[in-house]
């Protein structure tokens, strides 16, 4: 198991603020990650995603779910860039809101080539909020 700060993070992804949206990666074998996000509120989608009603937008939670399965390629993106080529069967279930804590499930599906298929949940506590698979060239 390997644990990834916010700092680590950065050496495997090429987001920044306000982009980067992991604060803590879990590398729990070669086949599953656990990562974790906290909304302060004062991200920048809130204040237009919805004013006096502020959910996060299904793409940023698809943003989320995809630089978490990034740790999964941590051995394989030194010196290199994992790009996100595709997003298939997502669902959102229940709304994210400011001061939510979400827990993010990725899963290894398989290789081809320089290219990295994984499958995502997000939950907060107990509850399912958001699920899809993912495709990522590594260049």
Known sequence: MIELNKEQIKEILPHREPML???HIVIQDDKSVRATYYFTGDEWFFRGHYPGNPIVPGVIL???????S?????DKVKNK????????????????????TIV??????????????????MYRGKTLCAEG?????VM
């Open 81 to 100: 860039t994992p790009y996100l080529i595709s997003i298939g069967n997502a669902k959102f279930r229940k709304k994210v809101r400011p001061q939510d």
């Open 133 to 137: 698979e993912f495709s990522f060239v």
């Open 104 to 121: 993010i499930n990725a899963v290894f599906l398989h290789r081809k080539g320089a290219f990295y298929y994984t499958q995502c949940s």
């Open 21 to 23: 949206l992991l604060d």
């Open 62 to 68: 698809c943003e989320i779910m995809a630089q978490a």
């Open 70 to 74: 990034c740790g999964l390629f941590v």
